[in-house]
């Protein structure tokens, strides 16, 4: 075991090091998707002076705009990013970036009009539909620092249909918005 050269265990170790440096766009690498960035994990939020995280400071940046009302008693904000084009902004390698064509993040910021501040406790679910009306998927949104967003899938140009159901505690409420991907 002896005979392997310094410069190979140098070159083996260095090589460990940076995956272990870089492990969400590694594992995106390797699958395609997302599972190196964990809903929840706040990985890449940025902080206030305080420590706390500021409402919408997610690190995917403030996307597009695609609805703002009323849902329930909350005042929404609906949000979609481009991942790939997210991606590219960030440096990663066009190989790495193209792993995430078509697909977008979608971002709900749901606030309290009474105070103006994020909604405690808020969850809910989403119906996304394509343009060709008959596939549909309904997601799970999930609690990600000052929103609650999920990883959709839009792959074909065209109108998608959102319907957003809203849940905390005993207060519900619904929109449905739309979408059109040029």
């Given amino acids: 075991m002896r005979t392997i050269g310094k410069a190979v265990r140098t070159a083996v170790c260095g090589t460990a090091l940076m995956l272990m440096a870089l492990p969400g766009i590694s ?19 940025k902080m206030d002076d305080s420590g706390k995280m500021n409402p919408g400071a997610h690190d995917m940046g403030k996307g597009e705009k695609i609805f703002s009302g009323k ?23 066009a190989g790495t970036a ?4 078509g697909k977008r993040h979608l971002m709900l910021f749901v606030t309290d009009p009474a105070t103006g501040k994020t909604a405690a406790g808020v ?5 996304v539909t ?12 999930v609690v990600m620092g000052g929103h609650i967003g999920v990883d959709v899938g839009m ?27 040029k």
Avoid: C
């Fill in 27 to 45: 594992a995106a690498a390797e699958q395609g998707d997302m599972p190196g960035m964990k809903h929840g994990d706040h990985t890449g939020m």
């Fill in 155 to 181: 792959p074909i140009p065209g109108k998608y249909t959102f319907n957003a159901e809203i849940e905390s505690g005993a207060k519900k409420g619904s929109a449905t918005f739309s979408y059109t991907l």
């Fill in 98 to 101: 193209s792993k995430f064509a």
């Fill in 130 to 141: 394509g343009p060709d009306k008959a596939s549909s998927s309904k997601v799970t949104l």
């Fill in 123 to 127: 969850s809910g679910k989403v119906v």
């Fill in 71 to 93: 849902v329930g008693p909350w005042t929404v904000e609906a949000r979609l990013v481009d991942m790939k084009a997210q991606m590219e902004k960030s440096g990663v390698s």
